[in-house]
T-cell receptor
Framework: DADVTQTPRNRITKTGKRIMLECSQT?????MYWYRQDPGLGLRLIYY???????NKGEISDGYSVSRQAQAKFSLSLESAIPNQTALYFC????????????FGPGTRLTVL | GENVEQHPSTLSVQEGDSAVIKCTYS??????FPWYKQELGKRPQLIIDIRSNVGEKKDQRIAVTLNKTAKHFSLHITETQPEDSAVYFC?????????????FGTGTKLQVIP
């Protein structure tokens, strides 16, 4: 089945370390997203990409960067991790059209000590 | 930008009772309103959606209503079952710069008590 996958699923790191979270999809979708989920705050958009040449900041992009290596791959980097970046991170994809149903990956739980 | 408020943040109901989750949005340009369900430890998944040209949509035990004038929409779950226990997110979506921008609410944790 076409799917969205994320690696790693869990990661514990220390303040100041560089971290990369990876997302791959086999759904053939052009659009990919990175969200952060915190208790009581819902899902907040970090970055999104329409295709490999298009990268856009979301509402909370500070401290994060992304790379769209291919249509199927979208990576999120924390250049210098800090404790308040401890959260659950979701990658999502959507196809073209007005419905914009988002298909989420399984999530990456990141803890920054 | 769009702002979506969702209430309540937690909701407990007895099995068989109904549950209602309400959301409001701020931007009248929003035209698509999906609802996602996230079971414990799982990814969010779309359960129902409604477009701005429709006032109500039903799918078995779940229904969504939309009041464009008041800018609010609601999720209704009837005859709740334990497997309905999850976090539910509403969202409002609009076309912006060629992109269908989605803003999520903060989530409602629903607990169905057997």
């Amino acid at each position: 089945d076409a799917d969205v996958t994320q690696t790693p699923r869990n990661r514990i790191t220390k303040t100041g370390k560089r971290i990369m979270l990876e997302c791959s999809q086999t759904k053939g979708h052009d659009r990919m997203y990175w969200y952060r989920q915190d208790p009581g705050l819902g899902l907040r958009l970090i970055y999104y990409s329409f295709d490999v040449k298009d990268i856009n900041k979301g509402e909370i992009s500070d401290g994060y960067s992304v790379s769209r290596q291919a249509q199927a791959k979208f990576s999120l980097s924390l250049e210098s991790a800090i404790p308040n970046q401890t959260a659950l991170y979701f990658c999502a994809t959507s196809g073209q059209g007005s419905r914009n149903e988002q298909f989420f990956g399984p999530g990456t739980r990141l803890t920054v000590l | 930008g769009e702002n979506v408020e969702q209430h309540p943040s937690t909701l407990s109901v007895q099995e068989g009772d109904s549950a209602v989750i309400k959301c409001t949005y701020s931007d009248s340009a929003s035209n698509y309103f999906p609802w996602y369900k996230q079971e414990l430890g799982k990814r969010p998944q779309l359960i129902i959606d409604i477009r701005s040209n429709v006032g109500e949509k039903k799918d078995q035990r779940i229904a969504v209503t939309l009041n464009k004038t008041a800018k609010h929409f609601s999720l209704h779950i009837t005859e709740t079952q334990p497997e309905d226990s999850a976090v539910y997110f509403c969202a409002a979506s609009m076309e912006s710069g060629g992109y269908q921008k989605v803003t999520f609410g903060t989530g409602t944790k629903l607990q169905v008590i057997p």
